[in-house]
């Protein structure tokens, strides 16, 4: 999905802000699947923003909320109501690489190689 812009955790563009563009590119032979967010979700689980990022409780918490509510309620409704037949995953990755459970769960990235790289 592309970017959608937030203020006080809920999109600007309203429940059909991304129809349009969502829906020339559900048109694309190349797409095979619809994915919400790149690591936010895995970021707000297991990264401890509130600490690193010194979010105070409200916030972080307005962050979870508005998290959920993009990913996991408005993008999922989007896509099934322009592109039924395609697969839409709320967060990649889905699995966690420090958790083996979840190696056959969903997908991951596999942050060992390139930059970082342990050295």
Do not use: K, Q
């Not at 999109?11 to 059909?16: D, S």
């Not at 967010?37 to 010194?54: C, K, M, Q, R, Y």
């Not at 839409?88 to 990235?109: E, T």
């Amino acid at each position: 999905m592309h970017a959608v812009p937030v203020r006080s955790g809920v999109p600007r563009h309203g429940r059909g802000g991304g129809a349009p563009a969502d829906t020339a590119i559900a048109a694309a032979p190349s797409l095979a699947l619809w994915c919400g967010n790149n690591e936010v979700s895995l970021g707000i689980a297991h990264w401890n923003w509130p600490a690193t990022f010194d979010y105070p409780p409200a916030l972080f918490e307005r962050l979870v909320a508005a998290n959920r509510d993009l990913f996991e309620r408005l993008l999922p409704d989007l896509v099934a109501e322009h592109d039924p037949e395609r697969f839409y995953m709320p967060s990649s990755p889905i699995g966690f690489w420090n958790d083996p459970a979840d190696d056959a769960r969903g997908d991951n990235h596999y942050w060992g190689c390139g930059m970082a790289r342990n050295r």
